[in-house]
């Protein structure tokens, strides 16, 4: 069974950056995409960021522009890098292991069941 580890997390001032990294224990090659999540208090979890084998990704329209989620299958670590933060980019930042496609012209991204343990990101104003 894989695991996934996030690092990365911290505290930071508004407009700062962060860059979270997701390790898995084993090859990523296998999964048809991995994704970002977030849950911040009293709020639902919600996507972040995605991206397949090949590198197509998908943004939450929240944080386009901002943050890039990237993957490097040779060190089967997935990143997200966070820039011009805003105090309600404030959550608990979780590694997912999904599927991506099209349904009606739209991409989506669809979670799995294989989370990590999440790491705290802190915006502070």
């Known amino acids: 069974q894989v695991q996934l580890v996030e690092s990365g997390g911290g505290l930071v001032q508004v407009g700062g950056s962060l860059r979270l990294s997701c390790a898995a224990s084993?090859?990523?090659?296998?999964?048809?995409?991995m994704g970002w999540y977030r849950q911040a208090p009293g709020k639902q979890r919600e996507l972040v960021a995605g991206i397949t084998t090949g590198g197509t990704t998908i943004y939450a329209d929240s944080v386009k522009g901002r943050f890039t989620i990237s993957r490097d299958n040779a060190k089967n670590t997935v990143y997200l890098q966070m820039n011009s933060l805003k105090p309600e980019d404030t959550a608990i930042y979780y590694c997912?292991?999904?599927?991506?496609?099209?349904?009606?012209?739209?991409?989506?991204?669809?979670?799995?069941?294989?989370w990590g343990q999440g790491t705290q990101v802190t915006v502070s104003s």
């Open positions: 997912n292991v999904g599927s991506y496609g099209y349904s009606s012209g739209s991409k989506y991204y669809a979670p799995g069941s294989l």
């Open positions: 084993g090859s990523i090659l296998s999964f048809n995409a």
